[in-house]
């Protein structure tokens, strides 16, 4: 089992930008992350994954030695490219917030 974990940016954009059918989707999403850890499409690095949400991504980094996800942004098909690289230039920090995460449970 893998617990997920949310950042604030990606529960801003959920509720920004999904309905309340893609919310429940996301349930459904993190569900199947807590039991598979790896599931979806790796993007580049096997621990960085995509799920399809209709015409969204939902992005998330799988951290094995943690047993453990973090969901880290959402976007369209459109900013799909421009939110991935984003996301790699920010693995550092998001590193960082998991291990502080898992210091902190």
Do not use: C, H, W
Request: hydrophobic share 35%; glycine share 4%; charged share 35%.
């Amino acid at each position: 089992m893998f617990k997920v974990y949310r950042t604030g940016e990606f529960e801003r954009l959920m509720n920004k930008l999904l309905t309340k059918e893609e919310l429940k989707r996301i349930d459904k999403i993190e569900s199947e992350i807590s039991e598979k850890g790896f599931t979806g499409r790796p993007l580049g690095y096997a621990f960085l994954r995509e799920k399809r949400i209709n015409g969204k991504r939902a992005y998330f980094l799988v951290y094995e030695e943690f047993k453990a996800a973090l969901m880290v942004s959402i976007s369209d098909k459109n900013a799909q490219q421009e939110t991935i690289d984003k996301i790699k230039e920010y693995l550092p920090e998001f590193n960082r917030l998991m291990k502080e995460i898992i210091k902190s449970t």
